[in-house]
């Protein structure tokens, strides 16, 4: 089945401590994104790819930080710099056609718990 | 700074009373409007794109439109598998892809 794997679907950190959130897609897309999502507030973007060994700073990447050396994998380090870390963490993918007609799609969410 | 609001905030339905969802946005030259259907503790679902003024679409009992200043996403005879909440966003021409959400619209219905 195609699609985008997210794990784990509950991570829990300690203060102090990075942690990684997985993001795969087997969908050949070429572009990926790491969004943050509380309650009561819209999606807001930390991350995005859309090459590999290339990605841009979102609206809330500070304490956040991320690679793409392949193109199926877009993992996000979460930072003892980020203070306030619990929150649903969303990766999605798209193509690119040059066109701006690119949709999203979502994988299933990690949530992010401090102990 | 492109701006999404959708309203109202929460919507309770009874089984089979129709209603709509508002979604206001600003944008700089708007490249597309995006719906999404969301459950509790899962990823967003895509629902439709909309390209540009006076385009509709439709899935099953939800029906998508679009103004130069706002979406609606009508529900026709929702069901209780219809409870969730729905999502907008738009993607701005200048903005690299990059995709601004409203906050959502979360609908109950009750049978």
């Known amino acids: 089945d195609g699609g985008i794997t997210q794990s784990p679907k509950y991570l829990f950190r300690k203060e102090g401590q990075n942690v990684t959130l997985s993001c795969e897609q087997n969908l050949n897309h070429d572009a990926m994104y790491w969004y943050r999502q509380d309650p009561g507030q819209g999606l807001r973007l930390i991350y995005y790819s859309q090459i590999v060994n290339d990605f841009q700073k979102g609206d809330i990447a500070e304490g956040y930080s991320v690679s793409r050396e392949k193109k199926e994998s877009f993992p996000l380090t979460v930072t003892s710099a980020q203070k306030n870390p619990t929150a649903f963490y969303l990766c999605a993918s798209s193509i690119i056609l040059g066109q701006g007609k690119e949709t999203q799609y979502f994988g299933p969410g990690t949530r992010l718990l401090v102990l | 700074e492109d701006q999404v609001t959708q309203s109202p905030e929460a919507l309770r339905l009874q089984e089979g009373e129709s209603s709509s969802l508002n979604c206001s946005y600003t944008?700089?030259?708007?490249?597309?409007l995006f719906w999404y259907r969301q459950d509790p503790g899962k990823g967003p679902e895509f629902l439709f794109t909309l390209y540009s003024a006076g385009e509709e679409k439709e899935k099953e009992r939800l029906k998508a439109t679009l103004t130069k200043k706002e979406s609606f996403l009508h529900i026709t005879a929702p069901k209780p598998e219809d409870s969730a909440t729905y999502l907008c966003a738009v993607q701005a021409r200048s903005n690299d892809y990059k995709l601004s959400f409203g906050a959502g619209t979360t609908v109950t219905v009750r049978a």
């Open positions: 944008v700089s030259g708007l490249r597309g």
